[in-house]
């Protein structure tokens, strides 16, 4: 008897090895060592006001740590842009008639940004896909007014090269952001634009092992993140529900299910530029 024991204490050890090193493994995927960790990237910053300009619903839920931290932890006002109404999007599950998908996932969007506190958030009706199609003077220009209007201090956005997915809707909308801001700084008015410039950047080795030639392209193409911060998991699995049109997006992507993925992504990463010691051209 002695010896079962023994025994079952044994293998139960070799299982919880295996289990626990599989573990670490799978958050090392998702750990960026250049990144230093901070408990808000906002508050770090010293930010009061927050924009973020995004391409379509559900881009929020890269930021949800960011947002909801800088408005429970930091007091900041926050506000987002979000370009198209995603109607042309994958329903997982079907949830509507594709027809009115727009007008769902426009619901969903504004639904979610109240869970994570955020005080304003326009959505515009651009194409979904299109947006790359789209004037670009009229993009900068609407993304310009609404600058001026809320008058953030920091600015959330894509990295123009990489878009943090590779969608050129996304790839775009980073670069309108940046021409927006450099536009406010060659005006010189009232408000000459953000302090700082924050990009959300994708973690490197889970897409290099996951994401195919599209992850590979984003590896290659954004920088470094300066900075780590906690991803407020419970707020993205509050936003997955709110999202009920794109509930099942991660597990689709990424095969694990929400849960597993989420146990080990459990930090946002960031790229900032300091537009006060190096504005935009």
Known sequence: MRKRTVALITVSAVVLALVGGLFWAGRDLFHEPTAKGVDSIVGELGGTRVLGVFA????????????????????????????????????????????????????????????????????????????????????????????????????VGFWPASGATGHADHMRMGEVTEKAVAQLEAEGGSYAGPEYLVYTISPTKALSMFGGEVGTFVVANQPDPEYAMPAETGKKHEGWTIHASQANFMPESYVLPTWLIYLLWDHEFYHVRDLTAEPLD
């Open 56 to 155: 379509h619903p559900d881009d929020e839920q890269t930021v949800n740590g960011l947002f909801f931290r800088a408005k429970e932890v930091d007091g900041a006002y926050t506000a987002m842009i979000t370009a198209t109404e995603g109607e042309a999007g994958h329903q997982t599950p079907v949830v509507a008639r594709q027809e009115d998908l727009g007008d769902i996932r426009r619901a969903e969007a504004l639904k979610n940004s109240f869970n994570l506190g955020v005080d304003r958030h326009v959505v515009w009706d651009y194409p979904d896909g299109g947006v790359p199609d789209v004037d670009e003077d009229e993009l900068v220009d609407r993304v310009v007014a609404e600058m001026k209007r809320v008058r953030p201090d920091v600015v």
